[in-house]
């Protein structure tokens, strides 16, 4: 099986309303968009925190095993 990757650059901080339309809109069918994210720890004031951010703000990756031509 092959799987095919597209990249949709989209407005900074919308990301995940893309994200969240795509998966409404394709319901059913193999698509899996997301916006890779990196993880950092640090301590503030005493306490652990956990920040996550956007590794590629502006942009939502989609995989498939569908190729262009079947969409």
């Given amino acids: 099986m ?3 990757w597209y990249v949709l650059f989209v407005k900074a901080a ?3 309303m ?3 339309a795509i998966k409404t809109r394709f319901k059913g069918l193999d698509f ?3 916006a890779p ?3 950092r720890k640090f301590r503030k004031g005493g306490k652990d925190k956990l920040e996550s951010e956007l590794l590629f ?3 939502v990756f989609i995989e498939t095993t ?3 031509k079947r969409f």
């Fill in 2 to 4: 092959s799987f095919y």
């Fill in 14 to 16: 919308r990301e995940n």
């Fill in 18 to 20: 893309v994200i969240e």
């Fill in 32 to 34: 899996k968009p997301f």
């Fill in 37 to 39: 994210k990196s993880e």
């Fill in 57 to 59: 703000p502006g942009y």
């Fill in 66 to 68: 569908m190729d262009s």
